[in-house]
């Protein structure tokens, strides 16, 4: 972890550059990259695209539309301070790019080569505008200093936000096994029972297609949680070797012997296979204790502080697979009143209730935080924008419903609103977290108790 202070370190570091050199070529450079700032930006974006590992990050419609402008913005932004005033808004700017940078996990190579980009075209205009080599030589170092410090700035940015990241990512993993293993445990080999014994209703009924063990909930629990919960465990790579075969190999097999009426003997190898599975999935839940730590200790649900590790992998997870998933954003309405009403205890009551009531009616794959005080943020894996909003309406329904328990044995009717946002190719997961609670607002802004797809 960097031992120095960011803000205070990029001050002096611009405070030096302003002392070091001449307040008449530095308004020169202003005026010249404030000319070239558009040409610039377009034939940076050029060459990035080029690249299949920058286009990953530059492709999103959004992100093409805002990057030409905030790029602009950046390097006027760092050609144009000429008094120490402007210094400190610049350099929080810098950092806040850098946070960007870590946040979508943007290779730290790619921004090199930006600057690189930017420092060769801008080369060659000084050389154009100063008439002799000692004439524009003095630019030349203060080009280069100039965008040194603002790479130097973006990297520290970057590593801080990426050594928090990586410290939440493995508390995450941390906290995941401080679930309860054994009701999971359970709740995974009934789950992998049931698809089975689906499989064989479906064979033996003569039905044309079946779903995979991989699309079942426990082929969704495994690939999304399970992976990284038990990160590195042995079992994990039998599970998968496993897996596949049954998908890939036994059940086309399957399918071709049902036709023919000889199945026999690949259900009973199909009946062997599930049951290594359920062999090496109790292995895997045996070998690990049960931590009860991590966990928001009100509701319960998933802490705040994992959502990065959960949201960068389900973007990575959808980009790989050309996959998507959705959020919802709920907030409980009116909540100030009930807290009102029935005291504070009241109020954490009926949060515990609601927590209760919204975990519940998900798929053991999905991902339920706190995320706010009163607001729950829900991540629904592999489900795309229409069935979302049906699962939202469906668990606002549900706790309209079911009147919840207050102090002193009273009941109360309570709902909730929702924002319900689908991933759209944005790398930054904040973008997605933005649109459930723009969604969010609207929904409250049109009554409450309702639910709003964004747009
Ligand atoms: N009891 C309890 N109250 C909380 C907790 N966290 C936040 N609150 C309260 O939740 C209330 C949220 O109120 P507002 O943001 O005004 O919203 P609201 O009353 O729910 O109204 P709308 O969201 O507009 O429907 C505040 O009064 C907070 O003090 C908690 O953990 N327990």
Not at 196 to 217: D, I, N, P, V
């Amino acid at each position: 972890m960097p031992i120095i202070d960011p803000l205070s370190y990029g001050q002096n570091q611009w405070h030096i550059i302003l002392s070091d050199y001449d307040q008449s070529m530095r308004s020169r450079m202003r005026d010249l990259v404030f000319a070239h700032s558009s040409e610039l930006t377009d034939s940076f974006y050029q060459q990035m695209m080029a690249l299949p590992e920058a286009r990953e990050f530059l492709e999103h419609q959004v992100v093409n539309q805002r990057l030409k402008a905030s790029m602009i913005l950046w390097l006027k932004q760092a050609f144009s301070i000429q008094d120490t005033s402007e210094i400190a808004a610049a350099v929080e700017h810098q950092l806040e790019v850098g946070k960007v940078h870590a946040r979508i996990n943007l290779p730290i190579n790619l921004v090199s080569l930006g600057a690189r980009l930017h420092k060769r075209r801008l080369l060659e205009l000084i050389s154009n505008l100063w008439q002799t080599p000692a004439d524009w030589l003095p630019a030349v170092q203060y080009l280069q200093d100039v965008m040194d410090v603002s790479l130097e700035l973006m990297s520290l940015a970057y590593v801080t936000k990426s050594d928090r990241k990586s410290r939440a990512d493995e508390a995450y993993r941390l906290h995941s096994l401080s679930l309860n293993l054994s009701v999971e445990r359970e709740r995974q080999r009934a789950a992998l029972l049931d698809w089975s014994h689906e499989l064989m209703f479906a064979l033996h009924s003569g039905e044309a297609t079946f779903k995979g063990l991989s699309r079942s909930e426990f082929g969704l629990w495994f690939y999304h949680q399970a992976i990284s919960v038990f990160d590195g465990a042995p079992e994990i790579n039998q599970i998968e070797q496993v897996l596949q075969h049954i998908d890939l190999v036994l059940l086309p097999q399957l399918q071709a012997s049902a036709q023919s009426g000889n199945m026999v003997e690949k259900m009973a190898q199909l009946q062997q296979e599930v049951k290594a599975i359920i062999y090496f999935l109790t292995t895997l839940f045996d070998r690990y204790i049960e931590l009860e730590q991590g966990r928001d200790t009100l509701t319960r649900l998933l802490d705040r502080r994992f959502l990065p590790a959960v949201m960068n992998r389900e973007v990575k997870l959808s980009k790989r697979n050309s996959g998507v998933f959705s959020v919802i954003l709920f907030d409980i309405d009116h909540f100030k009143a009930i807290n009102d009403n029935h005291g504070h205890e009241g109020g954490d009551m009926v949060l515990q209730q609601v927590a209760n009531l919204v975990a519940g009616a998900v798929r053991s794959s999905d991902f339920v935080f706190r995320y706010g005080g009163e607001e729950l943020l829900l991540v629904l894996v592999e489900v795309s924008a229409d069935k979302a909003l049906v699962i939202a309406d469906k668990i606002r329904t549900k706790l309209m419903n079911n009147p919840l328990k207050l102090p002193g044995n009273q009941t109360q009717q309570v709902t909730m609103s929702g924002g319900v946002a689908t991933f759209d190719g944005h790398p930054d997961y904040e973008h997605l977290i933005n649109r459930a609670d723009k969604a969010l607002y609207r929904a409250k802004s049109l009554g409450r108790n309702l639910c709003a797809v964004a747009e």
